[in-house]
């Protein structure tokens, strides 16, 4: 029968996921000293995010109730939306239900067949499947060879001349950990009459005055067309969005899928992501950032890394290297997660460790004494 082929093709994929050691299951609650994941600044558990979310549920209940332009306004999504503007530097910013559903409804909504997307071979999967679903031809660059990308831009514009061209980029990288070039990435954009989306998801709260990012702190942001961010990292809540000018974010209400035929954030969520970027941007948060820049230097003084962000790669070649190194961490009483394929290319394995501003001094040295236990890799 040909719907027993349905479960004959899910064991054999199962099979080959267990066979290359990257067959992946949710594991058991956290207990043990994580640095696996992106709360950057602790902000998930702080007392004043906690109690404005409860607040608002008390006031709204748990949910949307629908999609925003069902649902009607809500003060707690125009409030965040009207901060994340500011924060940003710009005219509006627009909410959407999770960071992995923002690029999904804005880059179709953007280019179509007729045009072209640049993106990072080492860009996150929803940039790739935003990407796909828009149907523009899509073609890669490596995102740290400038020249590469002057190379593919050149080639785009003898190819089609009259198409749009947009170039999609992470500032921070989220496996990498490496920061972008984005000075030259903008002068090529500019000189070849493309548009720039920006994932600030790991930069935003970390970096530029008051957090703003990785744009904000190279003076950059006028210069870049669409900054995307998301509510799920440094800002200790969950959700995504996008940040423009008035006219395209109107467009994107208009046109995003995602936006408009889902769910939107429970207004308690956007609450206390509200509260988290009112922390963000005030001295208590200069001193959360002044405490995870302490604990970068404490990690790489010790740990020889060239990443001056909170994310460091430990290379181990091998799927099975990786989940080796991964359980021997654990046995010690630390979760750092092994990253494998297809996350990453065949033969890139590796740890990856997420540092946190709630992390103390301890903390990262029991880390780095770890570290230096593993078994040798591949």
């Known amino acids: 029968m040909k719907s027993d082929s349905f479960l004959a093709e899910i064991e054999t994929r199962h099979s080959t996921r267990r066979k290359d050691h990257r067959q992946r299951s949710l594991g058991n609650p956290l207990t043990q000293l994580s640095f696996s994941d992106n709360d950057y600044l602790g ?11 409860q607040r608002s549920l008390e006031k709204y209940g748990t949910s949307a109730r629908a999609a925003r332009l ?3 306004p809500c003060p707690e999504h125009n409030e965040l939306e009207s901060a994340l503007a500011s924060w940003k530097g710009t005219e509006r910013a627009l909410l959407f239900a999770s960071g992995y559903l923002t690029p999904l409804g804005v880059i179709p909504a953007l280019v179509g067949p007729a045009d072209t997307i640049l993106l990072e071979r080492e860009a996150h999967a929803c940039l790739f499947d935003g990407a796909k679903l828009s149907g523009a031809r899509l073609r890669l660059f490596s995102r740290q060879d400038m020249s590469e990308l002057k190379t593919v831009l050149d080639s785009t514009q003898k190819l089609n001349p009259q198409g749009k061209v947009l170039i999609v980029a992470e500032s921070l990288h989220s496996m990498d950990g490496d920061f972008a070039p984005l000075e030259e990435i903008i002068r090529l ?7 720039l989306l920006l994932d600030e998801a790991h930069a935003g709260g970390i970096c530029g005055p008051q957090g703003a990012g990785r744009a904000a ?4 942001i006028d210069s870049v067309d669409l900054q995307m961010g998301t509510l799920g990292k440094a800002l200790g809540s969950s959700g995504g969005f996008i940040a423009s000018q008035n006219r395209i974010i109107d467009h994107l209400l208009n046109e995003a899928r995602t936006f408009l ?6 207004p308690a969520v956007a609450r206390a992501a509200l509260s988290a970027l009112t922390i963000i941007r005030s001295p208590d948060g200069e001193t959360l950032r002044d405490t995870l820049q302490k604990n970068i230097t404490q990690f790489r003084s010790a740990h020889a890394s060239s990443q001056l962000g909170p994310i460091h790669s430990i290379l181990r070649g091998s799927n099975s290297s990786a989940n080796a190194a991964s359980q021997h961490l654990q046995q010690q009483g630390l979760t750092v997660p092994a990253i494998r394929t297809p996350t990453v290319p065949e033969g890139a394995a590796r740890l990856r460790v997420s540092l946190s501003a709630r ?7 029991q880390l780095t004494n770890a570290l230096h236990t593993l078994p040798p890799r591949d």
């Open 261 to 266: 035929f889902g769910t939107a954030l429970s």
């Open 70 to 72: 069902l649902a009607g």
């Open 359 to 365: 992390h103390t001094t301890h903390d990262i040295q």
């Open 189 to 195: 954009k500019k000189e070849a009459g493309a548009w």
């Open 217 to 220: 702190q190279l003076g950059l």
């Open 43 to 53: 902000l998930s558990t702080h007392p004043e995010v906690i109690g404005a979310a």
